[in-house]
């Protein structure tokens, strides 16, 4: 029952392996930027293949409008990394609302 727990759940327990316990920090870091940079590669991607589909006049980028493509784009390329990485549903929902969050903050960024 011991070996079965988390390495990270208890405080309580002995670590056996120092490195991962030395560099559990850094190693979460680089995995978080992986995932960081394949979400903003799937969105750009996204984001220019709409762009092509709609035309070039079509929506301005400073419309009203141009808010629901990049939440759209960003929700796809989220539940796309958690159709990859997920074992559950969970894992899906949760990249699918990072996605769509992501597009909200950078429709934020672009209006800045």
Not at 4 to 18: C, F, V, W
């Amino acid at each position: 029952m011991l070996m079965k727990t988390p390495p990270i759940a208890e405080s309580g327990r002995k670590p056996n392996d120092l490195f991962f316990y030395s560099f559990w920090v850094p190693m979460g870091s680089a995995a978080g930027a992986v995932f960081g940079a394949a979400l903003g590669f799937l969105f750009s991607c996204l984001m220019e293949w709409t762009q092509a589909r709609r035309g070039e006049g079509a929506m301005p980028n400073d419309s009203s409008r141009g808010f629901l493509p990049r939440l759209v784009c960003g929700g796809i390329a989220g539940g796309l990394l958690g159709l990859a990485l997920g074992s559950s549903e969970a894992t899906f929902l949760l990249l699918l609302v990072v996605g769509v969050c992501s597009g909200a903050i950078s429709t934020l960024l672009v209006r800045a």
